[in-house]
């Protein structure tokens, strides 16, 4: 198994520019998380989606963020305009639960690391 | 690279020797715990799981101890080898739901 595939691992952009990072699920889950980890404010939950859909974005910052599961084997997160605040590394994590609320083990991807300069 | 930020608590232990890692809690309706491994420049991976229903979990080399009474999780690791040297998270949620709230991390280094 590939595990969660991230890409890209590395982004380094101007200040006002889009940023579009991108999230490939382990085959066969329902949940996909987004995190952000700093230094300063360690893993934080943005968005979570289950079966596709959006259940809970209250982690996302702002209106710049923005976040789609078109489909069960694809996820996008888009920056935009991207500002230094926004550096960080990036997580997708995928799991397979038994229903929308509940917990399970979450699968990491290497997270894309993000630079705003 | 990395913005200044927290310095990790660091527990450094002989290989060999045995780790214990500790993390409280505050939520006393958090009801699943997590632990997970995370080395330099890689995500975060599972290494064992909780529910409140249990108080101690065993993997491979490692066990989880749960302490509803003092809201307290430790992780221990027998013959901490080389490859354990990692950043430990735990992680809590409350109602079995999805939102994990991570602590801060310790470091784990292995002396050889």
């Known amino acids: 198994d590939a595990g969660v595939i991230q890409s890209p691992r590395h982004e380094v952009t101007e200040m006002g520019q889009e940023v579009t990072l991108r999230c490939k699920p382990i085959s066969g889950h329902n949940s996909l998380f987004w995190y952000r980890q700093t230094m300063m404010r360690g893993l934080e939950l943005l968005i979570y989606?289950?079966?596709?859909?959006?259940?809970?974005d209250s982690g996302m910052p702002e209106d710049r963020f923005s976040a789609k599961m078109p489909n069960a084997s694809f996820s996008t997160l888009k920056i935009q305009p991207s500002e230094p605040r926004d550096s960080a590394v990036y997580f997708c994590a995928s799991s397979l639960s038994g229903g929308p609320l509940l917990a399970y083990e979450q699968y990491f991807g290497p997270g894309t690391r993000l630079t705003v300069t | 690279g990395e913005s200044v930020g927290l310095h990790l608590p660091t527990l450094s232990v002989q290989e060999g020797d045995n780790s214990i890692i500790n993390c409280a809690y505050s939520?006393?309706?958090?009801?699943?715990f997590i632990w997970y491994k995370q080395e330099s420049g890689k995500g975060p991976q599972f290494i064992i799981d909780i529910r409140s229903n249990m108080d101690k979990r065993q993997g491979q080399r490692v066990t989880v101890l749960l302490n509803k009474t003092v809201k307290h999780l430790s992780l221990q690791i027998a013959a901490t080898q080389p490859g354990d040297s990692a950043v430990y998270f735990c992680?809590?949620?409350?109602?079995?739901?999805?939102?994990?709230?991570f602590g801060s991390g310790t470091r784990l280094l292995v002396r050889p």
């Open positions: 939520n006393s309706a958090s009801d699943y």
């Open positions: 992680a809590e949620s409350e109602d079995s739901s999805y939102k994990l709230i």
């Open positions: 989606f289950n079966n596709n859909v959006p259940i809970d």
